[in-house]
DNA sequence: TAGGCCATCTGGTCCT
DNA sequence: AGGACCAGATGGCCTA
């Protein structure tokens, strides 16, 4: 199995190589236009450099022909405050001394300023551009909602041990678990993402109709696509950090299931009704509460559908700390599934958690 | 309006 | 001297 996982991430991890080399030639391109778009900065320093260079005619008059031949006049100490009443009793400055600065020079030193700018702003561009391919691979990837830079290193560093985890144990984690590994450290908006994510993921995860209320079961691959849609309106937002209405979910001691159990404060959506549209938010809070026993050690999340609406009126869900969001406020916010998915493509490792959980 | 996130500029340091 | 890297400062944008 692990000798298939390995098998799995290689080609995968070259599949990346190739992605981030034709995405750093975008990355390129792009830059070169920003750097075009930035060479009259460089043109406006030059000619102010000529122009200074040319005002400068009293002691640069042989300036003529770019090599400028600066003087190489040295300071008599009225730089940087070293008057001679600031120097009594101080040994005198050793090494190279400051040569004076001409316009010339100031000039020069513009043009070089312009220069690291712009090989600075590339610099960045590059790391960006690194961090949108580990935006990719780590386990809850969105073109419109992405991960702030600090919670993808988050991510990345918890997805890395947790799957070197598994690695090590050569068996599947609790779900629970795993979860929790992976949100270890993350702000709450980007827990619920990676919890909604994982639910979204979950294509048996809904509907099994039980006597005492709706009740959602998660089955036991939280791994496997399905096709609703769910929104969050910026990562960073608080709003899905707790409220009345919730899903509580909790692990099992048997088997890797854990249910999902919607408490009261919202009406279950009939996700089974040929009527229901999807345009409507999976659980997207997934908050630890507490350790119910030690027996069971089930773990309490609440997960939160934060302004879950539907076309139908009885399936409106209000969910969310105030209220005062939720309803649906955001609903022009919510990206379409294809855009908020784990990338089965692109991470091997999900495949084979997905069989580790299927087996 | 405050806070979070981001891009950019800038000066400093280290290395070649 | 120049490039890479880094961290601080600053201002813009967005959301609650």
């Not at 991510?155 to 929790?180: F, M």
């Not at 960073?236 to 919730?246: E, I, L």
């Not at 299931?257 to 659980?283: C, I, K, R």
């Not at 409106?316 to 294809?338: K, M």
């Amino acid at each position: 199995m692990l000798s298939r996982l390995f098998s799995e991430v290689l080609p995968d991890v070259q599949r990346l190589d190739w992605a981030e080399d034709s995405e750093s030639e975008h990355c390129k391109v792009k830059e070169e236009h920003s750097l075009h778009l930035r060479e009259d900065e460089l043109d406006e320093a030059r000619e102010g450099s000529s122009r200074a260079e040319s005002e400068m005619a009293g002691d640069d008059e042989d300036d003529d022909d770019g090599e400028e031949e600066e003087e190489e006049v040295e300071e008599e100490g009225d730089e940087e405050g070293c008057g001679a009443d600031e120097n009594e009793g101080k040994p005198k400055k050793r090494g190279p001394k400051k040569r004076k600065m001409t316009a010339a020079r100031v000039e020069r030193s513009k043009v070089r300023r312009l220069k690291a700018n712009a090989r600075e702003r590339t610099r960045m561009h590059d790391l960006n551009s690194a961090l949108d391919n580990l935006r990719k691979v780590v386990p809850c990837y969105s073109k419109t909602q992405k991960l702030s830079k600090i919670e993808t290193l988050r991510l990345a560093k918890n997805y890395i041990l947790a799957l070197g985890e598994i690695l090590r144990n050569g068996k599947r984690p609790d779900v629970v678990t795993y979860v929790q590994m992976l949100c270890k450290g993350l702000s709450q908006p980007t827990t619920n993402l990676v919890a909604g994510c994982l639910q979204l993921n979950t294509r048996n995860f809904l509907t099994e109709p039980c006597a005492d209320g709706p009740r959602f079961h998660m089955p036991s691959s939280p791994f496997s696509v399905h096709p609703y849609s769910y929104r969050c309106s910026r990562l960073s937002s608080p709003h899905y950090q707790s409220g009345s209405g919730a899903l509580n979910l909790r692990a099992h001691s048997y088997g890797s299931g854990y249910e999902a159990v919607y408490l009261p404060g919202g009406t279950s959506p009939d996700y089974s009704s040929p009527d229901y549209e999807g345009q409507h938010s999976p659980p997207v809070c997934l908050k630890q509460q507490q350790e119910s026993s030690e027996t069971d050690r089930n773990y309490h999340y609440s997960m939160h559908y934060s302004g879950l609406t539907t076309s139908r009126p009885g399936h409106s869900l209000h969910f969310g700390p105030s209220g005062a969001r939720s309803g649906g406020a955001h609903s022009e916010n919510i990206p379409p599934f294809h855009e908020v998915h784990l990338h089965h493509d692109r991470a091997p490792p999900y495949e084979e958690l997905n069989s580790f959980f299927h087996n």
